[in-house]
């Protein structure tokens, strides 16, 4: 081994004297070895395994890896895209990324071909079964036996013929907590990084979860942490539950949770978890997707919580776009970025085009162009900037058409990787390719057959796909890949993006003949800062989170609408659902109207529309503080006294006042609770 280090030198010695001892005197030392290789050897020679054979290929193994890759084609589709991404990060290397099925054969591997050489040698590729019991302690087969992450260096190896490897494999769990394959990456042992392992363990939790979606894509997914910090990460817990609340699964975050919390025997589901009803909850997040909800559990203590994978529930709103009394709750109009792929049918009380308009005359130009071609073969693109609400446009403008009973199909092209694109849009027959299902995938096109195919970001799309996309919408057939039968298919498009596509024919990325087709009618949907029923608009938000806050009757003050009226809003109405959301979780049980101090802080800084606007309270006073007349308190300012002690003067004069109450001192001083606590901070 070549080492810089006289420790590692050291350490090198005494682990090549231990082997020695192992190998040639059967003695088991204590020292040089770590504990798991020596587990593992002892278990390689209570078999009777040669550590001088060489490996060599498994004939039987590669006459089966065809079977192999059928049995796990779960695991190879989700795979393929992660080891893809894996590869690119240590390519050039000398290193390979490998895929084996749950008793160890390898069914997929990509590297660097100097390396794909000399691993060949020995049989170190798909087709050859690298179990413990087979090949010695190696990572792939030990990290099966050991059920853990394991890393076995250079002749760490039991059989020498593998001594010049370098394996980090660790364990890949199924979403029912099985084991359904391992994950590796392995290496020349003299360009060994340190950082490996830990490369593959993130792969492999990202890999987790995309198997724990795709196994409950029906259900309800709860994701929670401890921290809401977490939520979004791969550290995050995830449970599926029934309609009814009834725990389906749990990825491996979440079963450690539970089992840690849970007794033994006991029926698991939401409402044992948790104090707050999973009918209530599910409401709450219907109506407000990807809302981040704090909820307390029946054994003390809080998590916080995203409700996910579940289909939208429109609440219709009132029909008179002029009636405030009756606002009702607002859709939720900022979420234009759709799944990269979802259905949902139109059935009950849904949003239309009617209940959209609320009087901004660009908005009802746009509704009134709509209205007109529906049930007509009219594609309709749909234009403006993010947030504005542009998926909620065509799916009103599917449920008000004659297509309303069937399927609205929504596919956001700028969300699904280039490489999964064609199969997801015509989808695919069996064995079209690698991880391919045998049964085969119903694309997005075929599934929207009777109902609206809605393209988000279709300016996203590769030209490969765009001019596939041409001939489906002239032949009106689509051919999934692997087949040479095409499918007669009935649908209306509606397209979406919030590019200029006339420029993007210009300069080559989107086809002129498919801009033709795709552009026969377009409605601009007009951003926030440009429309004149503001009031409107935020008093059926206030409406809907007032409601979801516990029915709490909740107005906003004439400074904060008149701030909301000439605010820019870049992020449009998702922008303004998110402000108003965050006000009326910062309401004190006692307060029931939204003020400069329940907004976000940043909204002022960030705000380029008007120099005039309503800014901090405290930057807004000549002086430091609002003067606090409503307590009694007169606070003189002082010839030659720095401006910030004047500040802490009035903090400590009115906290008096207040009994040290902070949050009545905040209001009679016109600042939010978090500044007072971090001005008190100072004077600590």
């Not at 309303?404 to 015509?426: D, H, M, R, W």
């Not at 922008?575 to 400069?596: G, H, S, W, Y």
Request: aromatic content about 4%; overall charge neutral.
């Amino acid at each position: 081994m070549s080492l810089t280090s006289d420790g590692r030198e050291t350490r090198a010695q005494r682990f090549l004297v231990s082997r020695r001892e192992f190998f040639e005197r059967g003695d088991c030392p204590e020292d040089g070895v770590g504990s798991l290789i020596m587990r593992s050897w002892q278990r390689c020679r209570d078999r009777g395994l040669n550590h001088s054979a060489k490996g060599e290929a498994d004939a039987a193994g590669r006459a089966s890896l065809s079977e192999s890759r059928e049995r796990n084609a779960l695991i190879l589709e989700q795979a393929s895209g992660v080891m893809e991404h894996v590869f690119e990060q240590i390519r050039s290397s000398g290193s390979l990324v490998i895929l084996s099925d749950p008793e160890g054969c390898i069914i997929h591997s990509l590297g660097d071909p100097d390396f794909v050489d000399r691993a060949n040698r020995v049989a170190l590729q798909p087709g050859a079964c690298w179990n413990e019991a087979l090949r010695g302690t190696n990572a792939i087969g030990t990290a099966i036996a050991e059920k853990r992450p394991v890393e076995v260096l250079g002749l760490e190896h039991y059989l020498e013929g593998n001594g010049f490897l370098s394996c980090s494999a660790v364990p890949v769990m199924a979403a029912d907590g099985s084991l359904c394959g391992v994950l590796d990456i392995s290496s020349d042992h003299r360009v060994h990084q340190r950082h490996t392992l830990g490369l593959v363990k993130l792969s492999v939790q990202l890999l987790e979860k995309r198997l724990f979606e795709s196994a409950y894509s029906g259900g309800i997914l709860v994701a929670f942490h401890e921290r809401p910090e977490y939520l979004g990460s791969l550290q995050e817990g995830v449970i599926a539950l029934s309609p009814d609340g009834e725990l389906l699964g749990a990825n491996t975050v979440a079963r450690d949770w539970l089992t840690a919390r849970v007794c033994e025997g006991d029926a698991i589901g939401f409402n044992t978890i948790f104090a707050q009803g999973f009918r209530r909850i599910i409401d709450k997040a219907s109506s407000a997707p990807s809302t981040m909800l704090k909820l307390s559990m029946r054994r003390g203590g809080d998590l916080y919580v995203q409700v996910r994978s579940m289909r939208p529930l429109v609440v219709p709103i009132s029909r008179d776009a002029n009636d405030d009394r009756d606002a009702g709750r607002l859709p939720r109009v900022g979420s234009d970025a759709a799944q990269p792929g979802r259905q949902t049918e139109a059935r009950g009380a849904r949003i239309t085009l009617e209940s959209l308009a609320t009087g901004d005359p660009a908005l009802g130009r746009a509704l009134d162009r709509a209205r007109r071609v529906q049930g007509k073969d009219i594609p309709l693109l749909v234009q403006g900037e993010s947030g504005v609400g542009k998926e909620l446009f065509a799916q009103a403008f599917h449920n008000s058409g004659p297509r309303a009973s069937g399927p609205f199909v929504a596919l956001n092209c700028a969300a699904v990787p280039e490489t999964l694109i064609e199969s997801e849009l015509f989808g695919y027959v069996g064995g079209a390719f690698t991880g391919a299902r045998r049964e085969g995938a119903m694309g997005r096109i075929q599934q929207a057959h009777g109902g609206t195919l809605f393209l988000d970001e279709i300016g996203d799309m590769p030209l490969g796909m765009q001019a596939r996309l041409l001939r489906v919408l002239q032949e009106r057939r689509v051919t999934p890949v692997g087949s040479l039968k095409s499918i007669p298919v009935d649908i209306a498009l509606v397209c979406a993006t919030h590019r200029i596509l006339s420029d993007a024919v210009a300069n080559g990325t989107f086809r002129e003949d498919l801009y033709y087709r795709v552009n026969s009618l377009t409605v601009c949907l007009p951003p926030l800062r440009r429309r004149t029923d503001i009031r409107v608009i935020v008093r059926r938000i206030l409406a809907s989170e007032a409601a979801d806050a516990g029915g709490r009757e909740v107005t906003i003050g004439d400074e904060v609408m008149r701030f909301f009226e000439r605010h820019s809003w870049p992020g449009n109405i998702r922008q303004l659902q998110n402000v108003i959301r965050v006000a009326v979780a910062l309401l004190d049980p006692d307060e029931d109207e939204i003020l400069p101090i329940h907004l976000p802080e940043e909204l002022f800084a960030s705000d380029p529309a008007d120099d005039r606007k309503m800014g901090d309270p405290v930057q807004q006073q000549p002086e430091a503080f609002p003067e606090p007349q409503a307590a009694g308190i007169a606070v003189a300012m002082v010839r030659g006294t720095r401006l910030d002690q004047v500040e802490l003067d009035a903090i400590n004069a009115v906290m008096r006042e207040v009994g040290g109450n902070v949050s009545a001192a905040a209001r009679v001083l016109g600042v939010s609770r978090n500044r007072l606590y971090r001005k008190l901070g100072r004077l600590n």
